[in-house]
């Protein structure tokens, strides 16, 4: 190299920047070279420092989990994920590196060890991408290689003791290429967060301080209770794909509140979601992306709230010829659904691959141009039917988490929620419940099988439709934080909330506008057929439908085997019942009926009653049996959708699961508690009703 006393100060400083050390430079030359340029009074040369080719710690979620238990009143430790980047044109293989952090003890989250080494598994990560590391909490969590672009692994350490683990306050995470018969390990690349000390393997792999602490939660935060690490989603440090650098200090990370697993780091620091939706306002413009995922091409749009779905469906069971039809898919119920939700100015996008069109078509429901079949199972769970834990499912069982965490792409976690129609949730494979979901969170199992006869009527292709569009809906609103009655878990049945999450609605329809005769034929029509009560016919003076002469489900207004079947939330606008003094008149507080002919017939009597009387209409007792006479009000369902998954739901949703509920006269009624965390499984149908409603549906 000539001398540098030669070269004017400018040329010093280009000079200096062409230099790099290959694989192991940083930006420290360009800073030479600047500095050198500012001595001189020269124009300072902004050179972006070249960022040698391997593969680089790309992103690190901060831990804002708490795994709570119900039972005991306690959080524990949970774990995050770090995303890997292969920044190079050649693929490697994750089995020649290890990744080394803090170790949380799986069997005991209170015992913490400050630093563990977990071999990488035989993983082939492709030129330019990208693989998600997270601790195997479960059995259940699945490698996802649906795009071997963008991994997922789950992994323990070689005891199988260890989850990888850092919380929010201190953390560092090292990638290191594993020792082999001829070289030593050695640091390939390392971030340190918070009050961290740890020093990397080589020395001189991190210069300088540390990247600040992410976020505290405040007091009493818990956060996703998903098995499934990946769902949280709250904050994570970054290296921008816009702004890759790699000097070894603090100054290569970003701190960004829309964190893109499994794909490119694209959204900005400043990035906001002004649609409450989740979705950063980035992502919904023309050329905008989110992780890599063109939104806006699947029909995010600035100015509506965006709820992505994927939606996966079961082929055919290969023990029987003649396939259940209840669980086979249909598109206008899907529409049905989507319908419901866009005069609230909600766009529902679902993705179910290729069972409605064979390419890619947003209008068909195909986002991603793949199929969304899944192998048979007789029996799918979120919970077992014991204890009701997530962490274990009934023998011969397969539980969400298996097609959650293999078949959804790490790039749609943080936005995308997730339903599989499945068959059953009885270990028998008989029908039982019709579905199950988070309460809230991103998960939904739809149970349908058993449901219908096997060869449909036209009544029965009717009733398909519309319980397939009644559970979606159901089980998606358990998922945006809604209850059985509305913000009430423990009080169902209520007349006067007019919502699809009500069971007295949910199979029957919600009636079309509170005020006309439906309203109270779907009362008689659920009185008889789910409770065997005999009501008033209607349709014939005189006349009354007693069990086993049950109300047929074709004769109802708008109801099961009608296209005009609703599905819909409750916009809270009825008035109050009281149990303790009814007034048939007031019918469901939304009005007094059309004409003479609708009254609220809260006895069955088929007689409008002048005077108020005391009766229980959600059959809610005390501890000894006695009825429970309350005042039951509405809810604005629509006002009160929790759309964002993977963070913090405390500021808009309740989250206490043993909810007691005082009547006027100061009673409490009877406790509903799900002791699993945030889950709700539906009840299990009685004998008879599906007996009716096979019936009802056969050719």
């Not at 063109?294 to 069971?317: C, E, H, K, S, V």
Request: glycine fraction near 8%; charge should be negative; aromatic fraction near 10%.
């Amino acid at each position: 190299m000539q001398s540098l006393k030669k070269l004017s100060p400018l040329m010093i400083a280009i000079l200096l920047v062409g230099c790099g050390e290959g694989g192991d430079s940083a930006s420290a030359p360009s800073l030479v070279a600047n500095h050198a340029a500012r001595t001189a009074g020269a124009p300072v040369v902004q050179v972006a420092a070249v960022v040698p080719a391997g593969l680089y710690i790309s992103e690190v979620a901060g831990n804002f989990r708490k795994d709570k238990d119900y039972d005991a009143g306690t959080t524990k430790n949970s774990v995050a994920w770090v995303e890997l980047y292969n920044k190079q044109n050649v693929s490697v293989n994750l089995k020649d590196y290890v990744l080394r952090t803090a170790g949380l003890k799986a069997s005991d989250p209170t015992s913490i060890s400050a630093s563990v080494n977990f071999a990488l598994p035989n993983v082939v990560i492709p030129a330019n991408g990208y693989v998600v590391i997270a601790g195997k909490k479960s059995n259940f969590l699945l490698n996802s290689t649906v795009n071997a672009a963008s991994q997922v692994i789950y992994i323990k350490d070689s005891t199988n003791t260890y989850l990888p683990y850092w919380d929010n306050a201190s953390g560092f995470i090292e990638l290191q290429a594993a020792k082999t018969t001829t070289t030593a390990a050695k640091t390939v690349d390392f971030v340190r967060f918070g009050s961290n000390a740890t020093a990397p393997l080589t020395a001189g792999a991190w210069v300088g301080a540390n990247i600040p602490a992410f976020t505290v939660p405040a007091a009493g935060y818990v956060g996703s209770q998903s098995l499934d690490p990946l769902d949280t989603h709250e904050q994570s440090i970054v290296r921008l794909t816009s702004a890759f650098t790699a000097s070894k200090t603090s100054g290569d990370w970003t701190l960004v509140n829309f964190p893109t697993s499994g794909g490119p780091n694209d959204v900005a620091a400043n990035a906001v979601s002004t649609d409450n939706d989740g979705i950063p306002d980035s992502a919904k413009v023309v050329g905008g992306t989110f992780a890599g995922l063109d939104l806006y091409t699947m029909g995010a749009r600035p100015g509506q709230q965006d709820m992505f779905i994927q939606l996966d469906y079961m082929g055919n069971d290969t023990s029987v010829t003649t396939q259940d039809s209840a669980r086979q898919l249909q598109e206008s119920a899907v529409t049905k659904m989507v319908n419901a939700f866009s005069p609230h100015s909600i766009a529902i996008h679902f993705d179910v691959g290729t069972r409605f069109a064979a390419n890619i078509d947003a209008s068909h429901y195909n986002l991603d141009g793949l199929s969304h079949q899944r192998t048979f199972d007789k029996c799918s769970q979120m919970t077992n039917s014991t204890n009701y834990q997530r962490t274990s499912v009934d023998a011969g069982c397969k539980s969400i988490y298996q097609y959650y965490s293999q078949y959804v792409d790490p790039r749609r976690r943080a936005l995308f929620r997730y339903g599989m129609v499945a068959s059953s949730q009885e270990s028998s494979g008989k029908a039982g419940s019709s579905g199950v979901s988070e309460l809230p969170g991103n998960k939904v199992l739809m149970t349908l099988g058993g449901f219908l006869a096997t060869n449909l009527s036209a009544a029965g292709q009717i009733m398909r439709v519309n319980y397939q569009a009644a559970t979606l809906m159901h089980e998606f609103g358990h998922s945006l934080s809604l209850r059985h009655g509305g913000d009430e878990l423990a009080v169902n049945y209520k007349p006067n909330y007019l919502s699809i999450m009500n069971y007295l609605y949910q199979l029957n329809g919600v009636p079309t506008d509170g005020i006309g005769t439906d309203a109270i034929e779907h009362y008689y029509y659920y009185q008889n057929n789910w409770n065997n009560a005999t009501v008033p016919n209607t349709h014939q003076a005189n006349s009354f439908y007693a069990p086993p002469n049950y109300y047929p489900d074709t004769s109802v207004p708008n109801g099961p085997a009608s296209n005009s079947f609703k599905v819909d939330y409750s916009n809270g606008s009825s008035a109050n019942l009281d149990e303790n003094a009814l007034d048939e008149s007031a019918y469901v507080g939304r009005g007094a009926g059309v004409g003479t002919t609708a009254f609220g017939d809260w006895n069955l009597d088929g007689v409008k009653q002048v005077g108020a009387y005391q009766y229980s209409l959600t059959g809610q007792t005390d501890n000894v049996g006695n009825p429970i006479y309350g005042v039951l009000h509405d809810f604005n369902d629509w006002g009160h959708l929790v759309l964002v998954t993977g963070k913090d739901y405390s500021a808009s949703a309740d989250l206490s699961l043993g909810i007691s509920l005082k009547s006027a006269v100061g009673k409490p009624r009877t406790k509903t508690v799900i002791k699993s965390s945030h889950v709700q499984r539906e009840e299990v149908l009685p004998p008879h009703v599906l007996a009716n409603m096979k019936e009802a549906s056969a050719l």
